[in-house]
């Protein structure tokens, strides 16, 4: 599927039915600025909680609020035109009930514009997320490593390995036997993002896991350099736009304190007399 042909964005049954196709493409966006630069290149762009770590300095996503969500939710939707908008239900929002998942998808959904939310878990979230596509929410998944739980993960590990790729494989059949749309494998062995790949009927999306998935997606601001406090084995760097940044703001603090800039071109003359 190429979301560059399309006149209007896919649906979450558009990414559905791409399953076993050309690979689809997401990145992460938070800005409405980002949101414009990859419209229609990505098939769908996430919304993800990872913007606390990325934009409000937050030591993991699990600060992050529903109303930061909503408003970074909204910024993107207001880039986008040919790419689906998803986003990511933050810590705390949906792991009490279903009734409460409810509650904040349809809150975010009706204030964003949004096609689909996202939530972390596997087996234990399968009743949410029947529950929730039921009503009308479509459901992106999210298993393997899922930072909302490090505290009980241990850590930013990859996952399914040490006897584990057998409840990894039950968690993907889970989310997808409730109705999810699509899941996103998060640092997982590549020969097990392929298994998972080939015995699920939805849509799998690597990062961190495979060239095998259905689809890649990466956190925009690692892949253009401009987050660099750290750098997973999984990120390719495209674009070194953090240093170019920081060269940038230096030669501006220099040419300030040399008086050099601003030049006679960025100022402006005073009217001429009689014009």
Do not use: W
Request: glycine share 10%.
């Amino acid at each position: 599927m190429s979301a560059t042909a399309r006149k209007t964005a896919p649906l979450p049954e558009d990414i559905r039915a791409a399953k076993g196709g050309t690979p689809l493409v997401s990145l992460t966006a938070y800005t409405t600025p980002m949101a414009r630069m990859m419209d229609g290149h990505c098939d769908f762009v996430l919304v993800g909680d990872s913007v606390g770590m990325v934009l409000h300095g937050l030591p993991s996503t699990l600060g992050v609020t529903l109303e930061m969500m909503i408003m970074h939710g909204q910024a993107v939707a207001r880039g986008l035109d040919k790419s689906m908008l998803v986003i990511d239900m933050p810590f705390g929002s949906y792991e009490e009930s279903p009734t409460q998942a409810f509650r904040s998808a349809a809150r975010i959904m009706r204030e964003t514009g949004a096609a689909a939310i996202k939530l972390e878990g596997g087996q234990h979230m399968a009743e949410t997320i029947a529950f929730l596509v039921a009503r009308g929410i479509p459901v992106m998944a999210h298993i393997g490593l899922t930072p909302q739980s490090i505290n009980t993960l241990g850590g930013y590990k990859v996952q399914g390995r040490d006897g584990q790729a057998g409840a990894l494989l039950a968690d993907a059949r889970a989310v997808t036997e409730a109705g999810a749309f699509s899941v996103v494998l998060e640092k997982v062995p590549a020969a097990l993002a392929d298994q998972i790949t080939a015995e699920i009927a939805i849509p799998t999306i690597g990062i961190g896991a495979s060239a095998g998935c259905d689809g890649q997606i990466l956190v925009v601001d690692d892949m253009l350099g401009l987050f660099t406090t750290f750098k997973p084995k999984f990120v390719k760097r495209y674009a070194e736009f953090g240093t170019a940044g920081e060269e940038a703001i230096k030669t501006y603090a220099t040419e300030v304190r040399a008086r050099s800039f601003p030049a006679p071109e960025h100022t402006f003359a005073d009217k001429a007399p009689g014009k």
